[in-house]
């Protein structure tokens, strides 16, 4: 069997159908792409033959690349694996071109047949080149579907051409959405963007209908045709110079130089766009290449696409428990974040029933749901229909006895073991006996509140992460009793709503928080030794962190950080380390200067809650240095303050699998993605690197960077993480 399929139907039509064997969404392998050739050769040398179609035997069309070919081609390069890389992506190069040739004459331009592309669902990455390459693109008019280059997403960025062809077809400035931000679009913003010519309830028939009606002409792209000039201008025209001086300053400025992929898809745009096309292939290749011999690349590919999908196709769930779906669902707590979880859990179709301390509270919490999808409205991504329909699923009440006949319980209420015990006893009393009672603490211990249950194999921590609706990560915590059923249907319940899982064991603010706080920490500690919050927000910015720890204090509350700093000495005592980080916190606690909600906190802000700048007065309590550090060494203290945490829960048993380190902390806080995440980190700067410089950043700064037990073993015997720890199946990704 194979994952091409090739018929001539009675119109002399060749239909080549991309179904790949045993996988339910198509993905490109080396073996198939040559088949692809074999083909297009075929069709092209059978004289009854009229022109080809290529479409899909799935529901959609194709997903892009199987990464792992990457994987395996370094390997099988040995020495050499750039040149092994640059021949492979050039080899790929020569297919597409001799589809987009098509049989013509090299100087005349004639002599070809059409080949046209049926679009019938989503499209991505190298289904979206191997779609350019083509003549004529035709898609399906389902909203639901996406097309696009998604690439940059995961740290590499379209070589397969996509990157010259799409640049040369609409201009580098149009093509920016596209490629650099790896945006998927609609059919119908497709057309708009010209990465399809036609929207068409049946594509596979409109695209039959092209070939058979094409002329010559028609054959011919842009850039074969004789006077061919650059949409927007050259890079030495004058109109073209400005666009390229704008997007360098737009890339910089979006990545602040982190992310090597964005730099080199520009650089293959800039330099393919002053010579022939086929010229430009090769340069696309070359910094193609070179962006997949940056271990960046690897690290962003392995997190964000393999790893980040096998967690939510259920790495980590219990072997031999049947499905686990919801059905209906009990929140309890309508503040933000239970209102976020009532919505996102009707959004996946489930019955929910949200609980609050009188009905006014409780038609607040539901109104978040309402307001979300006028919203959706407003911008054309929802109908009243649709927005009626999802409300009807939630039943606002602070009647306990509507809990009845839920199957998953998630308790967001207050912040207090008193009250959340109190909530769980009441609740038990009333829920069926096989309903797995979750609660959505960010910082109590799942092992403690599961004390107040008469089922504790049933009780399990469900950790979202603010504001619900926007936030990829989903922490699961499993209590000392939890049961694997509780685990299994906490996984199959975000699976549901569309959201990666992790799964880890309960103790002090579980993995994502114990490695957020030491962050916010060490940019506070900073300014109490003089350092400009200035200079330590934008170090962590140019680390490729969406935020510095000082702006993110602002915006998740100062107040929120006096109060965990309080429970947490209360809870270790004597054993609590104290932190001038905590001095500060509490200085602008008593200020009354508590974040982002106050419109007063390290920044100053506006009457409309803007951020107009950092906030001087802090300097009146903490002086400036006279001397400024270095941003390197800035950098550092903020990277090793959180991944020395990681490589701790690891090494604790907190972290049960080395995937979910990584993929949780970029999808949690935003994690370096560059990097990969903090495990992926450490193995790119060598863990006998790493030994080194916590011994430094100990003696210079203290022993919160005394270096792990397990970091020093393997720097000493000079191991990796991923080789050490990643499963078996993951460990050439």
């Not at 039943?395 to 209420?413: F, M, N, Q, R, S």
């Not at 899982?501 to 109490?528: H, K, Q, S, W």
């Not at 790119?684 to 700064?701: F, K, M, S, V």
């Amino acid at each position: 069997m194979t994952d091409f399929k090739y018929h001539v139907d009675a119109d002399g039509i060749a239909i080549i159908t991309w179904d790949a064997v045993d996988k339910s969404m198509n993905v490109l392998t080396r073996e198939a792409f040559g088949l692809v050739e074999d083909y297009i050769d075929r069709a092209l040398g059978d004289d009854a033959v009229k022109g080809v179609v290529i479409t899909s035997g799935k529901k959609d069309f194709a997903g892009g690349m199987d990464l792992n070919v990457l994987a395996s081609i370094r390997e099988e390069s040995g020495e050499t694996p750039a040149q092994g890389l640059f021949d492979f992506t050039m080899e790929g190069h020569r297919i597409l071109r001799k589809l987009e040739r098509a049989g013509m004459e090299p100087k005349t331009n004639k002599g070809g047949k059409p080949i046209a592309c049926a679009i019938n669902g989503t499209c991505a990455g190298i289904g979206t080149e191997i779609a350019l390459a083509c003549h004529y693109r035709t898609m399906t008019d389902n909203p639901k579907a996406k097309v696009g280059l998604p690439e940059i997403m995961i740290g590499i960025f379209p070589g397969g051409g996509g990157t010259t062809r799409y640049s040369r077809m609409v201009g580098a400035v149009n093509a920016a959405p596209v490629l650099l931000e790896g945006k998927m679009l609609d059919p119908k913003k497709a057309k708009a963007a010209s990465l399809v010519d036609e929207v068409a309830a049946d594509p596979l028939d409109a695209a039959r209908q092209w070939v058979l009606t094409a002329k010559p002409a028609d054959l011919v792209k842009p850039w074969d045709a004789k006077g061919y000039k650059m949409p927007g201008g050259a890079p030495y025209h004058p109109a073209g110079f400005m666009n390229y001086v704008g997007a360098s300053a737009m890339v910089h400025g979006k990545t602040q130089g982190a992310f090597p992929a964005a730099k080199a898809l520009l650089s293959a745009v800039y330099e393919g766009a002053m010579v022939d096309f086929d010229t430009a292939l090769r340069i696309e290749a070359r910094w193609f290449t070179h962006v997949l011999m940056n271990p960046s690349s690897s690290a962003m590919i392995r997190s964000l696409f393999l790893n980040k999908q096998a967690l939510e196709k259920g790495a980590v769930r219990p072997k031999g428990i049947e499905d686990q779906s919801v059905k209906k669902i009990g929140v309890l707590g309508a503040g933000m974040m239970g209102a976020g979880i009532a919505l996102v859990s009707a959004q996946a179709g489930m019955e929910v029933v949200l609980i609050d301390r009188d009905q006014e509270a409780a038609d607040k919490g539901k109104s978040y749901a309402a307001n979300y999808m006028d919203q959706g409205i407003k911008r054309g991504k929802a109908t009243e229909d649709k927005k009626t329909a999802l409300l009807a699923q939630i039943t606002a009440t602070p009647d306990l006895d509507h809990l009845k006949g839920c199957d998953l319980i998630i308790e967001a209420v207050f912040e207090d073991p008193g009250v959340k015990a109190e909530m769980t006893k009441k609740v038990e009393a009333i829920i069926p006996e096989e309903c797995v009672f979750a609660s959505n603490t960010s910082t109590l211990p799942i092992t403690s509140l599961a004390e107040a249950s008469v089922r504790p194999e049933q009780f399990i921590g469900i950790h979202f992460f603010s504001p619900v609706e926007k936030m990829f990560l989903v922490e699961i915590i499993k209590g000392e009793k939890t049961g694997d059923r509780a685990v299994a249907k906490a996984l199959d319940y975000v699976r549901q709503i569309r959201k990666t899982p992790i799964v880890v064991n309960d103790a002090r603010f579980f993995y994502c928080n114990r490695c957020i706080i030491p962050y916010l920490n060490e940019g506070l500690r900073m300014i109490t030794e003089g350092v400009s919050p200035v200079l330590i927000d934008n170090a962590a910015r140019q680390l490729g962190f969406p935020v510095g720890p000082v702006q993110l204090t602002d915006e998740t509350s100062v107040d929120l950080g006096a109060k965990i700093a309080r429970a947490t000495k209360a809870a270790m005592g004597d054993a609590y380390p104290e932190s001038p980080a905590d001095d500060l916190i509490f200085w602008m606690e008593d200020q009354g200067r508590l974040g982002r909600k106050s419109k007063a906190g390290f920044f100053d802000y506006d009457d409309k809650g803007k951020r107009v700048g950092y906030w001087t007065g802090v300097q009146e309590k903490y002086p400036l240095a006279a001397a400024q550090p270095d941003l390197i060494e800035v950098q550092e203290r903020l990277m090793f303050s959180q991944v020395l945490e990681a490589v701790r829960a690891l090494e604790e048993g907190v972290l049960m699998d080395i995937r979910e380190g990584d993929v949780g902390a970029i999808l949690a806080w935003g994690f370096a993605p560059w990097s990969g995440g903090p495990l992926s980190w450490l193995d790119i700067i060598g863990t006998p690197y790493a030994a080194e410089r916590c011994d430094q950043l100990q003696e210079a700064y203290g022993d919160r960077f005394a270096c792990p037990p397990l970091l020093r073993e393997m720097a000493e015997k000079g191991q990796t993480f991923y080789g050490r720890f990643a499963p078996a199946e993951e460990a050439a990704a």
